[in-house]
Structures are given as C-alpha cells and as structure tokens.
C-alpha cells in the first residue's frame, strides 16, 4: 500500500479512528510504554491523534509529545486537537519522507500505532527512528493491518532494532547496538 494518502482517504481514515476510539480503549496501551514525566516521546506516524490526550497527560508538563506524519491534514488535525484539549506540551510535525526534523538522540520514546503496514521502504523508517532515539531508547510499535510476522521480518531485516518483547498488541524495540 502507498503510505502517501489523498486529502479524502485521510478524512475517511480519520472518521473511522474516531468511531472506533467512542467504542474501545485503544490509548489504554500508552500506560505500558514506560512514559515518564519529563520525557521527550513521539507519535510516528501520528494520523489524526487519537493517542496524543494519553501521552500529553503520562508525559506531564515537563515533557514533550511530537507528533509526526507526512501528512498535512494530520498535522493540522493534531495542532487543532491539543489546542481545544489546551494540551500545551504537544507539537505537531509534518515531514518529508523518512528524515524527521528532529536532533540525533533527542527522544526517550518512540511509539508507531496503525501505520506500519503503509510504510514503502521499512528499513529507511527504522534508520530514522533509531536516529532520534536516545541510546537506552525504546520503540514501541504494532504490526499495523499485516500479520504479525511480516511485521517481525521488517523489524528485523533492517537491522536498526533489536526485539526485545511481543505482546498481543505490540513489539518493544530497543536500538541495534
């Protein structure tokens, strides 16, 4: 699938994120990421927003919550969301491809929910990712609408990450050595 969706296909994704988050608890997962307060942490591949209220509030007022998405529509709807929930410590960030404009090792966590099946070229994402963690930096992410093990191999092949747990939900990453 081509991860550059048109302005009608984002609206529809969004709207179904948004009956779907009404009728389950999705954001529910950010508690098991390790966020603390003070944390710089990102949402890649941020779509809509849906789990920005969860991470702006694990992250406290100290901390710092980038969502990032090659869509514009994304990043107007996540600027326009954190301003009428008055979520001050969360920034939205359009960006080009896979070079995110963030400094080296500036992030604790990254987390990369409902996106990695859309992804054209995985290696080249988790080389980003890996960029901007922190060392002893973790990512979180799940398959996406792939199976799992095709989600695993990606992970694996790129050689930038190491999987350190599976759950039901999602992989534990932390950087290659």
């Known amino acids: ?16 994120f948004r009956v779907k988050d009404l009728f389950s608890r999705r954001t529910d997962i950010l508690a098991e990421f390790e966020m603390m307060e003070g944390m710089h942490v990102v949402d890649y591949g941020c779509g809509p927003g849906s789990y920005l ?3 702006s509030r694990l992250v406290g007022k100290t901390g710092l919550v980038t969502a990032v998405d090659i869509h514009p529509l994304a990043i107007q709807a996540v600027n326009e969301r954190a301003f009428r929930l008055g979520l001050t410590n969360v920034m939205g960030l359009l960006t080009r491809g896979y070079d995110t404009p963030l400094d080296d090792h500036s992030v604790h966590i990254v987390y990369a929910m409902d996106m990695f099946h859309m992804v054209d070229d995985p290696t080249a994402m988790l080389t980003d990712i890996r960029r901007i963690l922190v060392p002893e930096g973790v990512l979180f992410m799940d398959s996406g609408h792939q199976p799992d093990e095709t989600a695993r191999k990606k992970i694996t092949d790129s050689g930038q990450f190491t999987i350190q747990r599976t759950t039901d939900r999602y992989f534990q990453c932390r950087p290659e050595p």
């Open 1 to 16: 699938m081509n991860e550059h969706l048109s302005n009608t296909a984002f609206r529809l994704m969004a709207l179904a």
């Open 53 to 55: 209220r969860a991470a």
